[in-house]
């Protein structure tokens, strides 16, 4: 697959499935715009792309923030002059149960983050993705087809399950104007986002996750980029409002 002439955004690109995804679509020829946070750490994952001599533009964001939301789409096409492919990836995890305290303050940021964002983002590019026929391809999770029997999870399972509604409502409008929108629900995948959500020994969870897997093995943040960028090139011009699932088997355990 060749994405030489394409630019693509990619948010939560600081580590896990957005760094990898970013890599690897510069490594096809993609010019790709960097969002995150972690300025750091998006420096880290730009000097891997610029080993594969792709041109890269670093946007350090909070996307919970509708203000910062609105400058991303600008400063790309300020830069690279056109948007082709956005991977809506950023996304966070906070567990609370309906009986917790902070309930809505959990839900509130999660639904900002997990959501509020994509669609926002989602809107801003869409005129820019129209004029180029270009793709979005949303990073949601298994948890929004089958809450894990732990709990706690709910804000986060909501945002997803919303998530995965969004791309078949945006893939509907969008249809029309040639742009495809597609969802990827990922099972474990072995990122930062459980030491992000404030655990103590990530490990002894990711072994958990690893044992309720038919195939007893996490996945890696790579494998996800590679749907990504089947997803996002013209091997898959067919697909639009579609949910792929890459999960070792966990919703079959």
């Given at each position: 697959?060749?994405?030489?002439?394409?630019?693509?955004?990619?948010?939560?690109a600081s580590s896990g499935i957005g760094a990898a995804t970013a890599v690897a679509l510069a490594k096809?020829?993609?010019?790709?715009?960097?969002?995150?946070?972690?300025?750091?750490?998006?420096?880290?994952?730009?000097?891997?792309?610029?080993?594969?001599?792709?041109?890269?533009?670093?946007?350090?964001?909070?996307?919970?923030?509708?203000?910062?939301?609105?400058?991303?789409?600008?400063?790309?096409?300020?830069?690279?002059?056109?948007?082709?492919?956005?991977?809506?990836?950023?996304?966070?995890?906070?567990?609370?149960?309906?009986?917790?305290?902070?309930?809505?303050?959990?839900?509130?940021?999660?639904?900002?983050?997990?959501?509020?964002?994509?669609?926002?983002?989602?809107?801003?590019?869409?005129?820019?993705?129209?004029?180029?026929?270009?793709?979005?391809?949303?990073?949601?999770?298994?948890?929004?087809?089958?809450?894990?029997?732990?709990?706690?999870?709910?804000?986060?399972?909501?945002?997803?399950?919303?998530l995965d509604h969004f791309t078949r409502c945006a893939a509907l409008d969008l249809s029309p104007h040639?742009?495809?929108?597609?969802?990827?629900?990922?099972?474990?995948?072995?990122?930062?986002?459980?030491?992000?959500?404030?655990?103590?020994?990530?490990?002894?969870?990711?072994?958990?996750?690893?044992?309720?897997?038919?195939?007893?093995?996490?996945?890696?943040?790579?494998?996800?980029?590679?749907?990504?960028?089947?997803?996002?090139?013209?091997?898959?011009?067919?697909?639009?409002?579609?949910?792929?699932?890459?999960?070792?088997?966990?919703?079959?355990?």
């Amino acid at each position: 697959m060749s994405f030489t002439g394409k630019v693509a955004i990619v948010t939560g690109a600081s580590s896990g499935i957005g760094a990898a995804t970013a890599v690897a679509l510069a490594k096809d020829g993609a010019k790709v715009v960097l969002v995150a946070r972690n300025e750091v750490k998006l420096s880290q994952v730009a000097q891997q792309c610029e080993q594969h001599d792709a041109k890269y533009l670093i946007i350090k964001a909070d996307i919970s923030k509708d203000e910062v939301v609105k400058t991303i789409v600008k400063k790309t096409i300020d830069h690279f002059g056109q948007l082709d492919v956005l991977v809506n990836n950023a996304g966070i995890g906070k567990n609370a149960s309906i009986l917790n305290e902070n309930i809505m303050e959990c839900f509130d940021l999660i639904m900002n983050t997990n959501l509020r964002a994509v669609v926002l983002l989602t809107h801003l590019a869409a005129p820019h993705l129209v004029k180029t026929k270009g793709n979005t391809i949303n990073i949601s999770s298994v948890v929004s087809l089958r809450i894990p029997p732990e709990g706690g999870y709910l804000s986060y399972a909501v945002s997803k399950a919303g998530l995965d509604h969004f791309t078949r409502c945006a893939a509907l409008d969008l249809s029309p104007h040639g742009v495809r929108v597609n969802c990827i629900s990922p099972g474990p995948v072995k990122t930062d986002v459980v030491a992000n959500a404030g655990v103590s020994n990530p490990d002894i969870v990711w072994e958990h996750w690893k044992a309720k897997t038919l195939l007893k093995r996490i996945g890696e943040p790579e494998e996800i980029a590679d749907l990504v960028l089947f997803l996002a090139s013209d091997k898959a011009r067919s697909i639009t409002g579609s949910t792929f699932v890459s999960d070792n088997g966990v919703l079959l355990s």
